[in-house]
């Protein structure tokens, strides 16, 4: 998927730039996801909370928007209030996704836990599995 990977750049540069400039991509990006097939595409995702909640998405276009939902949150609130009324069962998931929430993120494209076990939500260090 050539735009996850593009949305994977966005995140490592959109520290440095101006929300007006990325937004734009941003935005792009999205309308790209939503518009994937996703029967061509297997993937699963979750986010825990540092409250200890968890939220879980069963397919690779949700997946790549709750990976992308911080940076989503972060430089278009508004795109993210779109994404949460258009498709209902990311709300929570995008609501857990912001970064003063997320403890753990959880990508994999087999069905199961890449270790095969469930991760811990209390683990002490936040890491995002591509």
Same mark, same amino acid.
Request: charged residues 25%; without cysteine.
């Given at each position: #998927?050539? $735009?996850?990977?593009?949305?994977? #750049?966005?995140?490592?540069?959109?520290?440095? @730039?101006?929300?007006? *400039?990325?937004?734009?991509?941003? !935005? @792009? @990006?999205?309308?790209?996801?939503?518009?994937? $097939?996703?029967?061509?595409?297997?993937?699963?995702?979750?986010?825990?909370?540092?409250?200890?909640?968890?939220?879980?998405?069963?397919?690779? /276009?949700?997946?790549? /928007? @709750?990976?992308?939902?911080?940076?989503?949150? %972060?430089? $278009?609130?508004?795109?993210?209030?779109?994404?949460? *009324? #258009? %498709?209902?069962?990311?709300?929570?998931?995008?609501?857990?996704?912001?970064?003063?929430? !997320? %403890?753990?993120?959880?990508?994999?494209?087999?069905? !199961?836990? /890449?270790? *095969? %076990?469930?991760?811990?939500?209390?683990?002490?260090?936040?890491?995002?599995?591509?």
């Amino acid at each position: #998927m050539d $735009d996850f990977e593009f949305g994977k #750049m966005l995140q490592h540069v959109a520290g440095g @730039l101006p929300h007006e *400039s990325v937004q734009p991509a941003l !935005r @792009l @990006l999205v309308k790209n996801l939503l518009a994937t $097939d996703t029967s061509k595409y297997r993937f699963e995702g979750s986010v825990y909370t540092v409250d200890g909640k968890t939220a879980k998405v069963d397919n690779a /276009i949700d997946a790549a /928007i @709750l990976f992308m939902g911080g940076l989503i949150h %972060r430089i $278009d609130p508004e795109l993210t209030h779109q994404l949460e *009324s #258009m %498709r209902p069962e990311l709300q929570t998931a995008l609501e857990y996704a912001q970064d003063d929430r !997320r %403890r753990l993120s959880f990508f994999n494209g087999t069905g !199961r836990p /890449i270790n *095969s %076990r469930t991760p811990d939500p209390k683990a002490e260090s936040d890491h995002s599995v591509a």
